[in-house]
């Protein structure tokens, strides 16, 4: 029955072939509507053949071959495979595809039709020769498919879009100065090839029109000559990206990456300069605006950047700043300053590691223009964030050598309009923000036009983020508390006011205003909001407090910590830890396990297990991977198992990371309790010391 559909299907897809081919000048657009399709239908019989294969194998191996199963997959592959060649021959139509690759994709993806038809119908043969020709005609399939579907990259992306990156490219020759640039082959061609050759290639040309060569651009394609030096808005070339997107001339096509600003001009500029393939820069009218564009095209030495030592990043962070890899792995870093107010000691241990610091957010840290002398040692920096401080102008001529420098965030600081100019003529940073600072609005534009950068200098759509007022400062430490604690907040922006709930709702302009210390005699989620009129509300901060009804006194440890980190009583003392595992609050265990066992004096109903644990991947400190609860009649034992959780590292992105991790258990009424924290034993083969004993660090100990 099946053989029936498949006959009366290829018949019809004859039939439609044979009206698509028919001598009409141009082919209909619902056969054009149908060939769009070609890309989503293909996956399907590549798909069902390869599990029909797989099912082949096992089958064979496991000597429970699947006969219908690999019959009716096939069957699926043979309708689809069919499909897809007359969908295939559909878009075709559509022309501006190099004809040599076109037909070899075509006549390999009918063959490998032709050939899962005739699988199919081998499939269902009993005779012995048929049976034993079934599997290698089966690979050969396989590889007739897959040298279609070769065929068909090089058409959708080009020659060598599978070997690409197989190997290493070719070097670029150096190019360090602006003058020595050739205007086409060294920018505009690059453009070009960003933005247009993907579909204007060898192989794939759209509107019969390849950019590959001076001598096929010259040619022009369907649409005529492209390119008419001296006069850019004839140029195809230029003038079609400067219609409506929506306009089906428009180039290159919606959805697909548009040329810049600066692209636009380049291309203009070349082409009322005679569009001269052969001229270098300095031949050329000058033109301050092209040298620096040009700038961008530049074949510079790459910058090798060192790996910071871990002794280095400590220090930093015992400095009071956070320490993250951008990427796992790699020497680039983000620093952002913790602590209330920064001074010049804490900024001057970031010079040990200034060469890798790529972002650096100093914002709310109270730095003014003397602390920010050793700037330039941060050659590689990219985003700084100095908002919320007392800098001014000062600063601005320090960040002048900072060549690499995308992103500046200035917002209410005490810069001027004559410090901005004096630093983007030296320095034209493409972001700025400049909000609440003593730049008028009305400068901002003239300057962005001046210096051809952006300069957010108010609220805007997409700007929120950005502008929102700095969430309150806690001014309490401690958040673990046995009978009352008082809770203080602050903002330093004037005039604002905080808003805040202890029921876990989000906070809004009508929830209770913070006027005096919040006394807490129970445990409370404090939610937290800065508002001031016509300005964003800022984040919300978010912090937990727990009365602890269970105070630990009596515990008793199998091992003591590390001598380096001593001070088992530590463990239960409610003394949080910070990031820095050196700051004499967390207990280290190196390569051994925490087992105590703790007596409540009485009996107490327990319900939960949480501990408070640091990971700091660097300094070869990981997070447990396994913490559990026992309870017991007696101090001696035996212990009964009540619950446990298991924990993955964070791996080399955890440069400071803490995490309370809890174990919920039935509730247990009881006087003794073991606790046991795992440790990882080894560390893990992405570390640098695979294989040598982690350390754990813990700072509390608590049951709920």
Not at 538 to 548: A, D, H, Q
């Amino acid at each position: 029955m099946l053989k029936k559909y498949i006959l009366t299907f290829l018949i019809g897809v004859i039939s439609i072939s044979t009206f698509a081919n028919s001598d009409t000048a141009e082919p209909s657009r619902l056969i054009l509507f149908l060939g769009r399709f070609h890309p989503l239908i293909l996956h399907l019989p590549i798909g069902a053949l390869l599990i029909t294969f797989y099912l082949d194998i096992v089958g064979r191996l496991k000597k429970q071959y699947q006969h219908k199963a690999v019959h009716y997959s096939l069957g699926f592959s043979a309708v689809f495979a069919v499909l897809t060649c007359l969908l295939g021959y559909f878009l075709s139509l559509e022309g501006g595809y190099d004809e040599s690759v076109l037909d070899f994709h075509f006549y390999l993806g009918f063959a490998a039709a032709v050939m899962i038809i005739v699988l199919f119908f081998m499939s269902k043969s009993t005779q012995k020769n048929t049976r034993l020709l079934f599997f290698p005609f089966f690979v050969l399939t396989i590889a007739c498919l897959s040298a279609a579907g070769h065929y068909g990259s090089v058409l959708t992306h080009g020659e060598n879009f599978i070997t690409e990156y197989a190997y290493a490219p070719e070097e670029e020759p150096l190019i360090l100065e602006v003058d020595s640039l050739k205007i086409f082959e060294n920018v505009v061609y690059k453009i070009l090839d960003d933005k247009c050759i993907q579909c204007h290639n060898s192989t794939k040309k759209k509107g019969d029109l390849s950019l590959l060569t001076k001598e096929t651009i010259l040619k022009g394609g369907e649409s005529g000559i492209v390119l008419h030096p001296n006069d850019p808005f004839e140029s195809l070339i230029y003038s079609s990206a400067l219609l409506p997107i929506t306009d089906d001339t428009h180039m290159p096509p919606e959805g697909k990456p548009q040329l810049t600003k600066d692209e636009l001009w380049v291309l203009k500029y070349w082409i009322r300069n005679n569009a001269d393939f052969q001229a270098k820069i300095h031949s050329l009218p000058i033109n301050d605006t092209l040298k620096r564009i040009a700038t961008k095209f530049l074949v510079l030495e790459k910058k090798k950047i060192p790996f910071a030592s871990d002794s280095d990043i400590s220090k930093v962070q015992e400095s009071g700043f956070s320490v993250t890899s951008i990427v796992p792995n790699k020497p680039e870093l983000t620093v952002k300053f913790l602590e209330k107010n920064a001074t010049k000691a804490n900024l001057k241990k970031l010079n040990n590691i200034g060469e890798q610091i790529v972002e650096l957010d100093l914002n709310n840290s109270g730095i003014s223009d003397n602390m920010l002398e050793n700037l330039e040692r941060f050659s590689n920096l990219k985003r700084l964030r100095l908002d919320n401080t007392d800098i001014t102008d000062k600063t601005l001529s320090a960040i002048t050598n900072l060549e690499d420098l995308e992103f500046l965030n200035l917002y209410n600081t005490k810069i001027t309009l004559n410090g901005l100019k004096d630093l983007l003529e030296n320095n034209p940073i493409p972001k700025i923000y400049t909000w609440s600072s003593e730049i008028a609005s009305s400068d901002v534009s003239n300057m962005e036009k001046e210096f051809n950068v952006s300069i957010s200098n108010g609220v805007f759509d997409g700007f929120v983020e950005k502008v929102a007022l700095k969430k309150p400062v806690l001014n309490t430490e401690k958040t673990l508390f046995v009978d009352t604690i008082s809770i203080r907040l602050e903002t330093k922006m004037r005039g604002a006011e905080i808003r805040y709930s202890l029921d876990s709702t989000q906070p809004n302009e009508h929830s209770e205003l913070y006027t005096k210390p919040i006394i807490l005699k129970e445990g409370a989620y404090l939610m937290a909001r800065v508002y001031k009129n016509n300005w964003l509300p800022s984040e919300t901060l978010n912090r937990s407090f727990s009365k602890i009804g269970v105070q630990i006194e009596d515990f008793s440890l199998k091992v003591n910590p590390d001598k380096r980190y001593p001070g088992a009583a530590k463990l239960f003392d409610f003394e949080e830890g910070s990031l820095n595992f050196r700051d004499g609050k967390w207990t280290g265990f190196n390569g051994l396990d925490i087992e105590a066992i703790v007596d409540l004096k009485e009996q107490k109903s327990i319900s939960s297990l949480s501990v408070n644990c640091l990971e700091n991947f660097n300094n070869y400190i990981l997070y447990p991977n396994k913490i559990s609860l026992y309870t017991s009649n007696s101090k001696q034992g035996p212990y009964k198992f009540l619950g446990s959780t298991k924990i993955k590292s964070l791996g080399p992105s955890a440069i400071g990371h803490i995490n309370r991790f809890v174990v919920k258990i039935p509730e247990t009424k009881s006087q003794f309790f073991k606790i046991i924290v795992s440790n990882p034993k080894k560390l893990p083969s992405s570390h640098p010391a695979a294989g040598d004993k982690p350390w754990i660090f813990v700072d509390e100990i608590m049951l709920h």
